[in-house]
């Protein structure tokens, strides 16, 4: 009987051993690809509109300042973004765009795209990227 006893423990013992090994197997070193799971595209201005309201525009900006600028394209106002997170903020930091009124705003672009050299198209690029923001700019903010 001990015999017995002996040899059942000495199996479970094999089979626990067996069972916590790292040794590879064929099954285990085989790599599985699947395919890429399809991300739903979140709209930019739902994103991150409410934190400081520098994003890259989308339809809803441009479709926003039409109502000040008719003639604004999405271009321009990508523009106006490259320009605004490059020239403006290569000096003063990312600053945000909802906490200046838009009356305001006119005469800061103004003294600043004259200090930084812009041109005439870069200034307007930059004035309907702003508007465009600041008409999408989510309540409260």
Same mark, same amino acid.
């Given at each position: 009987?001990?015999?017995?006893?002996?040899?059942?423990?000495?199996?479970?013992?094999?089979?626990?051993?067996?069972?916590?090994? %790292?040794?590879?197997?064929? *099954?285990? @070193?085989?790599?599985? !690809? &699947?395919?890429?799971?399809?991300?739903?595209? +979140?709209?930019?201005?739902?994103?991150?509109?409410?934190?400081?309201?520098?994003?890259?525009?989308?339809?809803?900006?441009?479709?926003?300042?039409?109502?000040?600028?008719?003639?604004?394209?999405?271009?321009?106002?990508?523009?106006?973004?490259?320009?605004?997170?490059?020239?403006? %903020?290569?000096?003063?930091? *990312?600053? @945000?765009?909802?906490? !200046? &009124?838009?009356?305001?705003?006119?005469?800061? +672009?103004?003294?600043?795209?004259?200090?930084?050299?812009?041109?005439?198209?870069?200034?307007?690029?930059?004035?309907?990227?702003?508007?465009?923001?600041?008409?999408?700019?989510?309540?409260?903010?």
């Amino acid at each position: 009987m001990n015999f017995f006893r002996l040899t059942s423990l000495s199996i479970a013992v094999c089979m626990m051993v067996s069972c916590h090994t %790292t040794k590879k197997t064929e *099954t285990t @070193s085989k790599v599985t !690809i &699947s395919k890429p799971e399809v991300i739903e595209e +979140i709209p930019v201005s739902e994103a991150v509109k409410s934190k400081n309201g520098v994003f890259a525009p989308g339809q809803e900006q441009a479709t926003a300042v039409k109502e000040k600028y008719p003639d604004a394209t999405l271009q321009q106002l990508t523009e106006g973004y490259g320009i605004y997170t490059g020239t403006c %903020t290569n000096c003063h930091g *990312t600053k @945000s765009i909802y906490r !200046i &009124s838009e009356v305001n705003w006119p005469y800061i +672009i103004d003294d600043m795209s004259m200090r930084s050299r812009l041109t005439a198209s870069q200034k307007e690029a930059l004035t309907k990227y702003i508007f465009a923001i600041k008409a999408t700019q989510p309540v409260g903010k």
